[in-house]
C-alpha cells in the first residue's frame, strides 16, 4: 500500500504544473492569517479514512515543496558563463602585460669587448692650405685685415720636436704694385734673419735660423706685408715652404694662402 501510495505521488509530482502566483497568494494568505484549530477527531476511525488522511497530506506537502522549488528556481539567478579573462595590467603598469612581447628591432653591431655601436672611422681631410709632415704642421691664410690696398698673408706652423734649424720662405707673386712693407713673427727677431727680395716677377720672404739657436717645441706665427695696385688681389700665385730640422729628423711642409674672408 505504501509502495502504491507514493507512486502515485512521485507521478503527481511529475505531472503537476504549478501555478505560481497562485501559489504565492496562498502561502501569504496562510502566513497571514489566524491559526486554525481543528477539532481533534476520535482515534477509532476506519482504515481507509486514516490511510486517504494520510495520502492527502503528504499531496499537500508534496505540492507545497513542489510550488516552494519552482519559486526558488524560478528566483535564483541564471548560470553565468565564464569566458578567458583578459590579463589586467599589474599594479604600478599602465598597459595590460602583452602575451606575446613586442618585437624588437636589432641592434647596431658592436666592437668586441665595447658596447658602443661602431661606425665607420673617417680621418679628417687637411683644410685647404694645411700641410703636415714629421714634427711639422703649418696652415697659410690671407689676413682678414688686408684691405684693397694692403695685404699681410699669415704662416702658423706648429712643432712636437725642437729645431735646431729653421728656414721658412714666402713667395708673393707680383701682380701689379706689389711692395715690401715688413715683416713680423712671434719667435724672437734677433734669433732669424730676415730678407725680401724681389726676383723673376717674386717677391721672396725669408727667414732663416741663426746658428746655435733652437727653436722650442709649440706654436707659431710668421707674416709677410706688402702694398698692391689697387682692387682685391688674388692670393692664388702665392705659397709657402717650411725646411727644419730637429732632434726627430728632419721635416718640410709647404701650402698656400687662403682667404679668410
Same mark, same amino acid.
Do not use: C
Given at each position: 500500500?505504501?509502495?502504491?501510495?507514493?507512486?502515485?505521488?512521485?507521478?503527481?509530482?511529475?505531472?503537476?504544473?504549478?501555478?505560481?502566483?497562485?501559489?504565492?497568494?496562498?502561502?501569504?494568505?496562510?502566513?497571514?492569517?489566524?491559526?486554525?484549530?481543528?477539532?481533534?477527531?476520535?482515534?477509532?476511525?476506519?482504515?481507509?479514512?486514516?490511510?486517504?488522511?494520510?495520502?492527502?497530506?503528504?499531496?499537500?506537502?508534496?505540492?507545497?515543496?513542489?510550488?516552494?522549488?519552482?519559486?526558488?528556481?524560478?528566483?535564483?539567478?541564471?548560470?553565468?558563463?565564464?569566458?578567458?579573462?583578459?590579463?589586467?595590467?599589474?599594479?604600478?603598469?599602465?598597459?595590460?602585460?602583452?602575451?606575446?612581447?613586442?618585437?624588437?628591432?636589432?641592434?647596431?653591431?658592436?666592437?668586441?669587448?665595447?658596447?658602443?655601436? =661602431?661606425? #665607420?672611422? %673617417? @680621418?679628417?681631410?687637411?683644410?685647404?692650405?694645411?700641410? /703636415?709632415? !714629421?714634427?711639422? *704642421?703649418?696652415? &697659410?691664410?690671407?689676413?682678414?685685415?688686408?684691405?684693397?690696398?694692403?695685404?699681410?698673408?699669415?704662416?702658423?706652423?706648429?712643432? =712636437?720636436? #725642437?729645431? %735646431? @734649424?729653421?728656414?721658412?720662405?714666402?713667395?708673393?707673386? /707680383?701682380? !701689379?704694385?706689389? *711692395?715690401?712693407? &715688413?715683416?713680423?713673427?712671434?719667435?724672437?727677431?734677433?734669433?732669424?734673419?730676415?730678407?725680401?727680395?724681389?726676383?723673376?716677377? =717674386?717677391?721672396?720672404?725669408?727667414?732663416?735660423?741663426?746658428?746655435?739657436?733652437?727653436?722650442?717645441? !709649440?706654436?707659431?706665427?710668421?707674416?709677410?706685408?706688402?702694398?698692391?695696385?689697387?682692387?682685391?688681389?688674388?692670393?692664388?700665385?702665392?705659397?709657402?715652404?717650411?725646411?727644419?730640422?730637429?732632434?726627430?729628423?728632419?721635416?718640410?711642409?709647404?701650402?698656400?694662402?687662403?682667404?679668410?674672408?
Amino acid at each position: 500500500m505504501n509502495e502504491e501510495i507514493a507512486r502515485r505521488l512521485r507521478e503527481a509530482a511529475e505531472a503537476h504544473r504549478p501555478d505560481r502566483a497562485t501559489m504565492l497568494a496562498r502561502v501569504q494568505r496562510g502566513m497571514a492569517g489566524p491559526t486554525v484549530r481543528h477539532r481533534a477527531r476520535p482515534f477509532a476511525r476506519s482504515g481507509t479514512r486514516v490511510a486517504l488522511a494520510g495520502l492527502a497530506a503528504t499531496g499537500i506537502l508534496a505540492t507545497g515543496g513542489l510550488a516552494v522549488a519552482a519559486i526558488v528556481a524560478h528566483s535564483s539567478p541564471s548560470p553565468t558563463v565564464t569566458t578567458p579573462a583578459t590579463p589586467s595590467p599589474t599594479a604600478g603598469s599602465p598597459h595590460p602585460t602583452s602575451a606575446r612581447p613586442a618585437p624588437v628591432a636589432p641592434a647596431p653591431a658592436t666592437t668586441p669587448g665595447s658596447s658602443r655601436p =661602431t661606425a #665607420p672611422v %673617417t @680621418s679628417p681631410s687637411p683644410a685647404a692650405g694645411e700641410s /703636415q709632415n !714629421g714634427a711639422l *704642421r703649418s696652415a &697659410g691664410s690671407v689676413d682678414p685685415h688686408s684691405t684693397v690696398y694692403w695685404t699681410q698673408s699669415n704662416l702658423a706652423l706648429k712643432t =712636437t720636436q #725642437p729645431l %735646431t @734649424s729653421l728656414t721658412i720662405e714666402m713667395r708673393i707673386v /707680383q701682380t !701689379g704694385g706689389v *711692395r715690401n712693407t &715688413g715683416t713680423w713673427q712671434t719667435l724672437p727677431s734677433a734669433d732669424f734673419t730676415v730678407t725680401a727680395q724681389e726676383a723673376g716677377g =717674386t717677391l721672396v720672404y725669408r727667414w732663416v735660423l741663426k746658428p746655435g739657436v733652437t727653436v722650442p717645441a !709649440g706654436s707659431f706665427e710668421f707674416a709677410a706685408q706688402f702694398n698692391h695696385a689697387t682692387g682685391v688681389r688674388s692670393a692664388a700665385g702665392d705659397g709657402y715652404r717650411v725646411d727644419a730640422q730637429g732632434t726627430g729628423g728632419s721635416a718640410s711642409v709647404r701650402g698656400g694662402f687662403v682667404p679668410t674672408r
